[in-house]
């Protein structure tokens, strides 16, 4: 991929916010892995349950403070957001620090509102402050396709899909898209934005649907899907998100917004199902003695449905394409190949997860609920 750069990346200190997490760390990988980028990255992060810097250890000890730092830190901190963009005269921030799981939003909206708002607001007015009316830097702010709410059968959400978000999520992610937004019609601030459809790939914490499936079926535990499991999903890849990113960095319009998907609708049942066959064709369930002699399909259980689960969701992703050129370099079926393999060959990884609450949290609130 090195040999068909399409642009010299002209950011030199680029602060990535929750680089420690499951987007944030790939894009992080994915940016020293450009030969266009000769600069330095900073890696912003609370660390709250879904950070984790053994996501970087090897990034860390290759690459040295020369050309990777990290900071623990909170995007509510603006004082602290605002030193750290003087101190390594950062000329571009990527955005993703967020809270993400839309079941933690329902049982727990407070924290949602707090990070994902006022932290949105903070990196913003800490940009706008160093910055200074500068245009030569960019401040790129990460979305998702869930605030446009739900579609029917037909359609896909486009960029000038108005709003209509169902959950405290994608709520607080709506509230921090008009924000960023507002921040270039009234300060000039050079703001993109992108909307992307659902990740999936290498480091995802396990309490979303993949990873989950993953090491639940391993473990001969349920495999849990909401309601009928009709629900429809576009389906994109880490690293071809990485990619538009990239994309959006290098030739993006500032105050423009961007859809980022994989062209890849499949309805939740259909994606249990695939990785239970992924999983049977590497790591047959005839050899694994936790599933007692079944197969992993045996142990797909029906929830009871999420309140407010819209019912399906496809990103039109042409503007990004014919403005930037970008397009999806993965299918779901190499995709999904590529993860499970990630994931059976990092049982290191994996076990230090197990180690946090996530799976008492998973069980104590909605996900395993029958």
């Known amino acids: 991929m090195k040999k068909n750069e399409s642009f010299n990346c002209a950011y030199a200190n680029i602060l990535v916010t929750g680089g420690a997490g499951f987007i944030g760390s790939n894009f992080i990988r994915y940016l020293f892995g450009r030969s266009a980028f000769k600069g330095r990255i900073i890696n912003y992060d609370k660390l709250t349950y879904a950070g984790n810097t053994a996501s970087l250890k090897d990034v860390a000890g290759k690459y040295g403070t020369d050309r990777y730092s990290f900071i623990k830190g909170d995007i509510c901190d603006c004082g602290k957001v ?6 390594y005269a950062v000329d571009a921030i990527v955005h993703f620090a967020a809270e993400s799981h ?3 939003s329902i049982f727990g909206p407070k924290d949602f509102i707090e990070t994902n708002v006022h932290g949105s607001f903070s990196m913003l007015e800490a940009a706008r402050n160093y910055w200074n009316g500068r245009k030569d830097v960019r401040f790129h702010h990460i979305s998702t396709d869930e605030v446009y709410g739900s579609l029917g059968r037909t359609g896909a959400f486009s960029e000038t ?3 209509d978000p169902r959950s405290p999520y994608s709520a607080s992610k709506a509230s ?7 921040y270039y019609h009234t300060y ?5 934005l992108s909307n992307c459809s659902n990740n999936y790939g290498p480091y995802h914490y396990p309490e979303k649907l993949i990873p989950l499936l993953i ?12 309601g009928d499991g009709l629900n429809v999903r576009d389906w994109l890849y880490v690293e071809d998100h990485c990619g538009a990113i990239w994309e959006i960095l290098g030739k993006g319009r500032p105050g423009e917004s961007y859809n980022v998907g994989g062209n890849c609708e499949k309805k939740n049942i259909d994606v249990v199902r695939a990785v ?7 790591r047959p369930s005839a050899g694994n003695s936790a599933l007692k002699g079944r197969k992993y399909s045996d142990l797909i259980t029906f929830v009871k449905d999420r309140p407010g689960h819209d019912r399906r969701y496809a990103v039109d992703a042409s503007k990004i394409r014919r403005e930037l050129g970008w397009k999806p370099a993965h299918n779901f079926e190499n995709g999904l190949k590529s993860t499970i393999d990630w994931y059976l060959e990092n049982s290191a990884w994996l076990a230090a997860i197990k180690e946090t609450s996530y799976s008492g949290w998973l069980k104590k609130n909605y996900l395993l609920r029958k």
């Open 82 to 87: 605002l030193r750290a963009l003087k101190k």
């Open 102 to 104: 839309v079941d933690r």
């Open 161 to 163: 899909t108005p709003y």
């Open 176 to 182: 921090s898209d008009h924000i960023a937004r507002s």
């Open 188 to 192: 000039g601030l050079p703001v993109t």
């Open 215 to 226: 090491l639940n079926a391993l473990a001969g535990k349920p495999l849990p899907v909401y």
């Open 276 to 282: 239970c066959g992924g999983l049977e064709s590497v």
